[in-house]
C-alpha cells in the first residue's frame, strides 16, 4: 500500500463514522446536546477502533501514530471527557502491544491535555494547535522507538518514520477541515429548518386569525339582526350561530396541532352544502346591499369530501366577493353549478372591482393580499383544501369587471331525479 493510499484509508476510517453523526445530527428534528455529544463521542471511538484493527496493513505502520487522531479531534472540538478516555485507550494500546513504558506514555499524554488547556486561553489557530499536536506526538514518538524495539511493525528506517508522521499530519489536517465543512453545512441546514419551524408558526398563526375571523364575522351579523322578541329569529339564527362556533373549534383544535390541516371525508350531497353555505352568508350580502343570486340544482349529487372544510371554502369564496366592492350600485353576486362528466363544477361570481392581471398570477401566494387588513391566506387555505379533495380552484377576473371563482370536485354518486 503506497502514501497516498494509506492517508486516504486513514481518512476514510476517520471521517466516515464522522459523517455518519452529521448526516444523523442533520436529519433528527431535535438532538439534545448530550445526544449530540454521545453520538459524536460513539464516531471517535469507532475511528479509534478501525484505526487499531486495520492499521497494521497500512504504508510504514502509520496506524501507530494516526490512532491519535480521534484524540486530537476530541480535543479540537472542546470534548475534554472523551479525550481523556481515549488517551487511557491509545495508552493501553501501546504498552499491552509493544511494550511502551505506561508512565512515560502518562508523562506524554498529561502534557497534550495541559496543551489544550493553555491553549483554551491563548486561542491558537485550530489547524496550527492541531499540526502542532500531531509534531509533538511525533517527537515523543521518535524518543519512544529510540529506547524500546517494536516488534510486529516495519519502522526500519528513518525514511518510513517521516513518512509516518508527514501522513499523519496530512491526514488531521484535511480531517479538521472536512469535519468544519461538514459543521458548517450542519449549522446552514439547522438554520433553514429554524426558520422553516417559524414561517410554519407565523402561517399557522395568520390562518388562525384568518379563518375564525370569518365565522366570527357571520356571528355578529346574525346577532346584529337578532330580536329576541322575535321567535322566529331564535328558531333559525341560533342553530347557525350554534354551527359557527362548532367550525371555530374545529379550526382551532386544528390549528394548535401546528400540523396540516386533517381532512375528515364522508359521502355528503354537495348541492346541500351550497345552499347551507349561501343561506348562511345571505344575511352578510344583504346588510351590503348586495343581491344574492342563486341557481343550485335539487338533484341528489354527492362528493366525497369534509363538510366543515367544504362549508370553509365556500364562506371565504362567497365572503371575498361580498368584500369586492367599493362604490358600485346594482351589485350582485351569483352562486351556480354545472355538471362535467364526473365533476361537480361551482361558480361563484360577482361584478364587483375584478383583479388585475399581475395581482391575478399572485391571488393563490400565500400573504398575498390588495385588502387593507387581510392576511392574504383564504385563497391559500382554500387552496389547500382544495387540492386535499383532489379537485381543483380557478379564478377568472378583470379589472373592474368583476371576478368568477371556478371550484371543481370529483363526484363519487349522484342520483338524478
Not at 486561553?121 to 524495539?149: H, P, R
Not at 345552499?275 to 366525497?304: G, Q
Not at 361537480?344 to 385588502?371: A, C, M, Q, W
Request: charged letters at 20%.
Amino acid at each position: 500500500m503506497n502514501l497516498s493510499e494509506t492517508i486516504l484509508l486513514k481518512i476514510i476510517f476517520i471521517f466516515f463514522p464522522l459523517s455518519i453523526y452529521l448526516f444523523y445530527v442533520a436529519h433528527k428534528r431535535n438532538v439534545s446536546k448530550e445526544e449530540n455529544n454521545m453520538f459524536f463521542g460513539m464516531a471517535l471511538f469507532t475511528s479509534l477502533y478501525l484505526l487499531i484493527k486495520f492499521g497494521n496493513k497500512m504504508y510504514g505502520g502509520s496506524a501507530l501514530l494516526s490512532i491519535n487522531i480521534p484524540l486530537f479531534l476530541a480535543y479540537y472540538k472542546k470534548r475534554k471527557i472523551e479525550g481523556v478516555i481515549i488517551s487511557f485507550l491509545v495508552i493501553s494500546y501501546y504498552y499491552i502491544y509493544f511494550g511502551f513504558s505506561f508512565w512515560f506514555l502518562m508523562l506524554e499524554y498529561l502534557v497534550f491535555y495541559l496543551f489544550v488547556v493553555i491553549n483554551d486561553k491563548i486561542k491558537i489557530n485550530d489547524y496550527i494547535f492541531g499540526v502542532f499536536l500531531m509534531s509533538l506526538k511525533g517527537l515523543f514518538f521518535y524518543i519512544t522507538l529510540s529506547l524500546y524495539e517494536i516488534n510486529g511493525t516495519i519502522l526500519n528506517t528513518s525514511f518510513d518514520f517521516l513518512i509516518l508522521v508527514i501522513s499523519s499530519i496530512i491526514s488531521i489536517a484535511i480531517i479538521m477541515f472536512c469535519l468544519d465543512i461538514g459543521d458548517d453545512i450542519l449549522k446552514y441546514y439547522m438554520n433553514i429548518k429554524e426558520l422553516e419551524q417559524e414561517k410554519q408558526i407565523r402561517l399557522s398563526l395568520f390562518k388562525i386569525t384568518h379563518e375564525i375571523k370569518n365565522p366570527l364575522a357571520v356571528m355578529k351579523g346574525y346577532v346584529d339582526m337578532f330580536d329576541v322578541k322575535n321567535e322566529d329569529h331564535g328558531k333559525r339564527y341560533i342553530p347557525i350561530i350554534k354551527g359557527e362556533i362548532d367550525r371555530t373549534l374545529i379550526l382551532l383544535q386544528d390549528f394548535l396541532s401546528m400540523t396540516k390541516i386533517n381532512v375528515d371525508k364522508e359521502l355528503i350531497d354537495i348541492n346541500l352544502l351550497l345552499e347551507e353555505a349561501c343561506d348562511r352568508m345571505k344575511p352578510l350580502s344583504n346588510e351590503n346591499n348586495i343581491t344574492f343570486i342563486t341557481k343550485i340544482s335539487n338533484n341528489e349529487i354527492y362528493v366525497f369530501g369534509d363538510y366543515n372544510r367544504l362549508m370553509q371554502v365556500l364562506i371565504n369564496l362567497i365572503k371575498n366577493s361580498v368584500e369586492a366592492y367599493s362604490n358600485q350600485s346594482n351589485k350582485w353576486i351569483k352562486v351556480y353549478t354545472r355538471l362535467s362528466k364526473k365533476r361537480i363544477i361551482i361558480y361563484i361570481e360577482d361584478n364587483g372591482d375584478g383583479i388585475s392581471k399581475v395581482n391575478l398570477e399572485k391571488v393563490k401566494e400565500p400573504f398575498f393580499t390588495t385588502k387593507n387588513r387581510g392576511t392574504g391566506l383564504g385563497v391559500s387555505l382554500s387552496s389547500e383544501i382544495i387540492l386535499a379533495h383532489k379537485g381543483e380552484i380557478n379564478y377568472f377576473s378583470e379589472l373592474g369587471k368583476g371576478t368568477k371563482v371556478e371550484l371543481i370536485l370529483p363526484i363519487k354518486k349522484d342520483y338524478l331525479s
